[in-house]
């Protein structure tokens, strides 16, 4: 009884109002509530588990004592020494022990500055002495068997604790559309009116609109942004599909908070990643009758992905119908749409390079006979600008244009819009045996490579369903045809069809080899990143002497154009890498946070200020992450940025074998977090080009641990570990590395083994940092890598950048720790 009344009163001081009863018998609870937004749940739980889940309808509303939980029944509690509350974060009017009413039960956690545990989305809160964390949702059902499930009203079906436990519910977008009145999404209307015209008779159910264009980019012009025009959501990543009386989005962890505010309300957003979120393919099942017809546009998925979504809607007797003849999203869109990129192409400088056209035909040619291919369609667009040196402005922030490339043994072919063929890149593409053929020509020309025998060379992760289905369709006529004239052609049967074309599905060639720099390459990487941390030096100097001197707040959006200017002042600066990151305060909680003139953040000395931003110059590309404070810090900010830059270095002076995935280093970023329970929902590092995309494949460092790709020396990565405390503050730490190989003691069964060597250049802010919490090893890293920023950067620049940059990389020491070597001292007067 004690221990039911001790819950009962968290319950009245922690969770706002609902109204429950509950019956229980010696072997299960049944707890139900009543919420005042008419969903309900109920959960019938074994007695080993012990669990009770608060639902994430539940509002932050005032107490009400007469609704509170009422548990009576001491049974209930009697085999266990306490009970383990899952609470969404929304729904707690406490998040901190020390507040808390003095009649309400302690809580205890390995934190004294939080009771409770952040795990996507929930907070997990122990009713006793002893706090044990949540790893997920998996490890907490580990081993039990299902007794029962929580549902709520609306059918969205989350699932997957151990034995089948099941969970359903209507995320937060969905709930909030429900309980006031809004004018229809025209857009919406629009799309489902064009069901019904797709195929007569055969009316689709549903439509996926995905974020790629017809190439897999990631980013790409604003004709193509179709997922962000029908849905208003503008990340970078997610799905959007669209049913005849629903619509759901799918994103990732960077892009939470970020769509809960963009979408409308008849959208229901989709936390890709989070335990229990079905997947489109899942939902799709779940959702649509059997027999039912989803469209998409072949030219918008990959192979892959199209036969995977075609494999997993079998499984229901469902249709996936393939949309040729024009994208619905378009045909809404209508005349509002914005024009197709016409920005001439330019060549790459051979000095910048490093390697001709001819050079790289030539190699990948020799790849193509050792695998039996005679033709290859290269369809990424950095793989077709690095493959013949030419560069483009079709897409913002990255120096690509729209393009197809087809190489065969003894011809090469580059299918782009001819009047953005200069004179000087038409000699160019001469001199290395390319000719050029137009932009929509690409699908006969497919079918002509099965006419002529091709066995053509093709990566389902990149080229789309509708150029697989081309040459498919081409290979079927060739061999129906041969069957048509075996009678007229005795001889010679067995040797027509063993010349006949074929696909071999690999990965491309090209993106390994790119990824790996050359020395001209990363020469320019070198170059080009020096003169970013002189802009960057400038830039927080100017940022520093506003904020703190002149006492000024600046907006966000202000903060990102005058950061532009300053990269404009260096030579070789093109356009930014991507669009700037400029989050103050709680909007630097949003990964991907993007500051919009009439609704942008203030940088003050009040706030944490995160700043992510790159450039794209003639001879590199950089990316770089700084979070600083022109104020006081909180001991809370202070302790997290101190673990983030501790994951920094994990992974900056990490050694490791040549060819090991980059996921294995992912947890030397975590894991400072993870001591405390923190963590990050993005990945560590991505690739970075060479005066191309800022996000370059196929290496990565992340948690998902499916990229087997091998680390190599040349290839370049981020180091970008952060947190993110929702609505509240953002740190990231980045920097740029290389790949390089490390002269190790040993060489064990004579493995070559790789370690990093820093392109970024900018000061860390020191003052950010809780000293007692680093070990004297992590604040020698730092004292090194700013004598290595003064030493490279300080003769570059003069007058306030240089003074601001003396005072942001002297020494530092903690009270108490080993004395600064005499080089070090010096440096520090």
């Not at 049944?30 to 539940?58: E, K, M």
């Not at 969205?156 to 429900?178: H, I």
Request: proline share 5%; with cysteine.
């Amino acid at each position: 009884m004690a221990r039911a009344a001790a819950v009962g009163s968290f319950l009245s001081h922690h969770i706002p109002a609902p109204s429950c009863s509950s019956s229980s018998s010696s072997t299960t609870t049944t707890i139900r509530c009543a919420l005042a937004s008419s969903l309900s749940f109920s959960s019938s739980v074994p007695l080993p588990a012990q669990v009770f889940i608060i639902p994430s309808s539940a509002k932050k509303t005032p107490r009400n004592n007469n609704g509170t939980a009422s548990l009576s029944s001491a049974e209930t509690f009697s085999s266990r020494n306490s009970m383990l509350l899952l609470v969404p974060k929304s729904s707690l009017l406490l998040t901190d022990s020390s507040s808390s009413p003095s009649s309400s039960p302690s809580l205890s956690s390995s934190s004294s500055s939080s009771p409770c545990v952040a795990y996507s989305g929930f907070a997990a809160l122990h009713l006793s002495t002893n706090f044990t964390q949540l790893r997920g949702m998996r490890k907490l059902f580990s081993g039990r068997q299902a007794h029962g499930t929580i549902g709520f009203k609306g059918k969205t079906t989350v699932a997957d604790a151990a034995g089948g436990d099941s969970v359903v519910a209507e995320p937060r977008s969905k709930r909030r559309a429900a309980k006031k009145e809004f004018t229809p999404d025209q857009k919406l209307l629009g799309l489902r009116k064009l069901f019904d015209s797709v195929t007569p008779g055969q009316n689709l159910d549903a439509y996926i609109v995905p974020s790629e264009d017809a190439h897999q980019s990631e980013f790409m012009a604003d004709c193509y942004m179709r997922r962000g025009y029908i849905s208003a959501f503008t990340g970078s990543a997610g799905t959007a599909v669209v049913t005849k009386d629903k619509a759901a989005l799918w994103t990732d962890g960077r892009y939470f908070l970020q769509a809960e505010g963009q979408l409308g309300p008849e959208w229901t957003l989709m936390r890709a990643g989070t335990p229990g979120v079905p997947s489109v393919n899942e939902w799709l099942k779940e959702t649509l009758p059997q027999g039912a017809r989803i469209g998409i546009d072949p030219f918008l998925f990959s192979s892959d992905a199209g036969d995977e979504l075609k494999n997993a809607l079998a499984g229901k007797d469902q249709e996936l119908v393939l949309v040729y003849e024009s994208n619905l999203v378009d045909q809404v869109w209508g005349d509002a749409r914005p024009s197709p990129p016409s920005a001439p192409l330019r060549v790459h400088d051979l000095k910048y390079a490093g390697v001709d056209v001819a050079t790289k035909l030539a190699s990948l040619r020799k790849e193509l006979g050792g695998a039996g291919a005679t033709a290859i369609v290269i369809t990424m667009l950095d793989e077709v600008a690095w493959l013949l040196n030419l560069r483009g402005g079709d897409v913002p922030h990255s120096p690509v244009a729209y393009a197809y490339v087809v190489v065969e043994l003894e011809t090469a072919f580059l299918f782009v819009e001819e009047s953005k063929v200069t004179p000087e890149v038409a000699a160019h593409l001469r001199e290395a045996g390319v000719s050029v053929k137009p932009y929509t020509a690409l699908i006969s020309d497919i079918k002509r490579l099965a006419e002529d025998g091709a066995k053509l060379w093709l990566d389902g992760s990149r080229v789309s369903v509708a150029i697989k289905n081309a040459f498919s369709d081409a290979c079927l006529e060739y061999y129906e045809n041969l069957a048509s004239v075996r009678s007229h052609v005795a001889d010679g049967n067995e040797a027509t069809e063993a010349n006949g074309p074929a696909a071999l599905h690999r990965a491309s060639p090209v993106g390994l080899v790119k990824a790996i720099k050359n020395a001209a390459e990363l020469d320019g990487m070198r170059q080009a990143h020096l003169r970013d941390a002189v802009a960057l030096a400038e830039f927080w100097a100017w940022l520093e002497h506003k904020i703190v001197l002149e006492k000024q707040a600046i907006s966000e959006v202000e903060v990102a154009n005058e950061l532009e200017q300053f990269r404009a002042n260096q030579f070789g600066f093109l356009d930014t890498s991507f669009d700037t990151i400029s989050g103050s305060g709680a909007n630097g909680a949003i990964v991907h946070y993007r500051a919009e003139e009439a609704t942008c953040g203030q940088v003050d000395n009040q706030k944490l200020f995160l700043l992510d931003s790159g450039a794209q110059y003639v001879d590199g590309t950089t990316d770089i992450t700084r979070t600083v404070h022109f104020g006081t810090p909180s001991p809370r900010q202070k302790e997290c940025f101190t673990r983030v830059l501790q994951g920094h270095i994990g992974v900056d002076t990490a050694v490791f074998p040549e060819n090991t995935p980059g996921f294995v280093l992912d947890v030397f970023a975590r894991s400072s977090l993870w001591k405390i329970g923190l963590d990050y929902r993005h990945g560590t590092g991505h690739g970075v080009g060479a005066a191309l995309n800022v996000h370059e494949g196929p290496q990565s460092v992340s948690a998902r641990y499916g990229n087997m790709t091998g680390l190599q020396a040349g290839m370049v990565i981020s180091n970008e570990p952060g947190y993110y405390e929702d609505r509240a503050f953002g740190i990231r730490i980045e920097n740029l590395l290389v790949i390089r190989e490390e002269e190790t003691a040993n060489r064990y069964g004579g493995v070559t083994f790789l370690g990093f060597e820093r392109l970024s250049f900018v000061p860390i802010q020191t003052k950010l940092l809780d000293l007692q919490l680093m070990s004297d090893e992590e604040i020698n890293w730092l004292n090194d890598y700013h004598a290595e920023v003064w030493n490279k950067v300080s003769p570059l620049v003069k007058d306030d950048a240089k003074i601001w940059l003396q005072r942001n990389t002297r020494p530092i020491s903690r009270p108490g720790g080993p004395a600064l070597s005499e080089e070090l001292a010096a440096v520090s007067k």
